[in-house]
């Protein structure tokens, strides 16, 4: 199918504009600037009147775990796909810590099997790094791999790479990004230990608020600034993920353009939204690694997603069961949550907030993660790119509910919050797979390619 979208408002490039677009064979055809454009097509187009709604690129979430293979009871490709596009999420990159973990290229290559048969949004995969398999990653295609997910700090999964010579050997000889979780293992070790005797002796109640004091601001800065040490030393590109803390900021640089840093950072829309206030209410609905911390780090981080410290926004979806989340205390409940139906509407939270600008936003979930990890033809709305696009109403006031979500595990922590925006439609590949509620389960995705 062929579409016209006409009289929408274009955000893309750091300009707000009146267009119509014209898609053709799944690309961007034709961009018309101004109203009423009359595209000189055939008539066998769908013609789509975007008055009044906003027009995007779609949004490139870089970090996600869809649980597939092995934790299918939590999430798995097909459904979290379709909470993907519901919204407005395009194209994701998929975690390695599954079951098996992704660790292998022969694993890697049937996750990608997997989503061909099954995603509803385009996909990329990370291997996994370990301790000894180095030799593997070296076998990566940099053109068809998103790049290699390292934990410095254990998480979900228990992928730690603890050996000093596997870093030095992954810094120096992977052929792409890495992708890095840093916390100290030592730190975070030691303070579960005397959380734990506390916890023994009644002195500290292990309640959600005892995760920031747990997984620290020092556990953050030691392994992030160890992480952008190895790779400044080794020229490697680095992209640190979920920054969490107004400390390790110091560590980034804004005074380059994106696309000549070899060392990044992300941060997640609930860094930018909850603190440490919000585990009396939400509990462990939002115990996350890293941890939600203080309200001075929420505000900083607030500044630098406009400055330039933070280079892309990710969700790090990442379901668990309800069962699994609210347990008796905090030592059994699991970290991190579902997110990426939610995330553009809590970041446009942050616009009608005066937070952040509608062409900050693109930027940053969908121009930046492009240009970082060099995909090709997407991210932006140019002719000639894949017609990955998003039609947004931000005059649509919506309670957020459990019962609204798409994800398998049927819940969000953000159950409640009032939301002022509105996705109407995604397009992928130049298929309409989401409008006015409805999700189209036919599979037209594509494995994301890199320009390296």
Known sequence: MNYIIKNATLVNEGDTTLASVVISDGKIAKILPGKDARPCVSTNYDVIDAEGLYLIPGIIDEHVHFREPGLTQKADIFTESRA????????????????????????????????????????????????????????????????????????????????????VRLFNEAPCLIAAHCEDEQIIHANTVCCKDLASKGEVVPDAGVHPFVRTTEACYKSTAKAVDMAAKFGARLHVMHISTKSELTLFRNDIQLADKKITAETCPHYLTFCDKDYETKSFAIKCNPAIKMASDRDVLRHAIIDGHIDTIGSDHAPHLWHEKFTDDYFTSKSGFPSIQNNLDIMLNLYHQGVISLTQIVRLMCHNPATLYRIKGRGFIREGYYADLVLVDLNHNKTIKNDDMLYKCGWTPYDGMQAHSQVTHTFVNGCLVYHDGIVENSINSKALEFDR
């Open 84 to 167: 993907a596009v519901a919204g407005g999420v395009t194209s994701f990159m998929d975690m390695p810590n599954t079951v098996p973990q992704t660790t292998t290229i022969d694993l890697l290559r049937q996750k990608f099997d997997l989503a061909a048969e099954k995603s509803l949004a385009n996909y990329s995969f990370y291997l996994g790094a370990t301790n000894d398999n180095i030799d593997e990653i070296k076998r990566l295609d940099p053109k068809k791999v998103c790049g290699v997910k390292l934990f410095m700090g254990s998480s979900t999964g228990n992928m730690l790479v603890s050996e000093n010579d596997a870093l």
